[in-house]
């Protein structure tokens, strides 16, 4: 197959899902995130508070993914170390309150589905690619209809201008590591039922 071919092809493949805005179902979904500390073990963490949507068009080249996390809502387990990473050190919530993401294509290849897109941080824009893996469809509770959707990849937090604790302990290791590393766990409701759900 030419890569005109292959192009064509992708184009034209769907989500299987109806068209529309699906709007996030926040109770069943999450974005945690990971980094190793003193090259030893890996400090974990979540957000507690993120907005998404999945905007479905006819083709995967009218598929659109909006995604705004608070980055106030860090949450580590630890009061003080939570309260560093609100700090300037880190994110700088007082003049960066929002950590976004908006897609610019969607594809599909033997592996899977790919999304890739901008994501502003500490008010620095970088391209991402991540890939998504798709779990299905299912009716909740007889009348939501829920598509879930994971993600993993990773990110350097210097490429943003976050770079507090990158100090070189010997070997390759670092007091704190340049490589965060994510996951997302997503549930989409169906438009026509988060309509009649108003």
Same mark, same amino acid.
């Given at each position: 197959m030419s890569r005109?071919?292959?192009?064509?092809?992708? !184009?034209?493949?769907?989500?299987? #899902?109806?068209?529309?805005?699906?709007? #996030?179902?926040?109770? @069943?979904?999450? &974005?945690? /995130?990971?980094?190793?500390?003193?090259?030893l073990s890996k400090v974990r963490g979540r957000f $507690?508070? /993120?907005?998404?949507? #999945?905007?479905?068009?006819?083709?995967?080249? !009218?598929? *659109?993914?909006e995604a705004t996390v608070d980055m106030a809502s860090v949450d580590t387990n630890n009061d003080d170390r939570d309260a560093h990473l609100r700090s300037t050190d880190f /994110?700088? &919530? $007082?003049?960066?309150?929002?950590? @976004?993401?908006?897609?610019?294509?969607v594809t599909l290849s033997d592996d899977g589905y790919h999304i890739v897109g901008e994501l502003t941080i500490n008010g620095i824009t970088r391209p991402i690619? +991540?890939?998504?893996?798709? @779990?299905?469809?299912? $009716? /909740?509770?007889? *009348?939501? #209809?829920?598509?879930?959707?994971?993600?993993?990849?990773e990110l350097r937090r210097s490429e943003f201008g976050i770079d507090f604790g990158i100090l070189p302990l010997g070997g390759d290791r670092l007091a704190?590591? !340049?490589? +965060?590393?994510?996951?997302l766990d997503i549930q989409f409701v169906a438009p026509s039922i988060a309509k009649d759900a108003e």
């Open positions: 005109n071919q292959t192009e064509t092809t992708l !184009d034209l493949a769907t989500l299987p #899902l109806s068209q529309g805005e699906w709007r #996030l179902d926040p109770l @069943h979904s999450a &974005v945690v /995130f990971s980094i190793r500390h003193l090259g $507690d508070r /993120f907005e998404a949507s #999945l905007n479905v068009g006819a083709a995967l080249s !009218d598929v *659109r993914v /994110f700088g &919530v $007082d003049a960066h309150p929002t950590m @976004h993401f908006v897609s610019t294509a690619e +991540v890939p998504v893996e798709f @779990h299905g469809l299912q $009716d /909740f509770q007889g *009348r939501e #209809l829920h598509a879930g959707f994971s993600a993993e990849g704190l590591a !340049d490589v +965060v590393k994510f996951e």
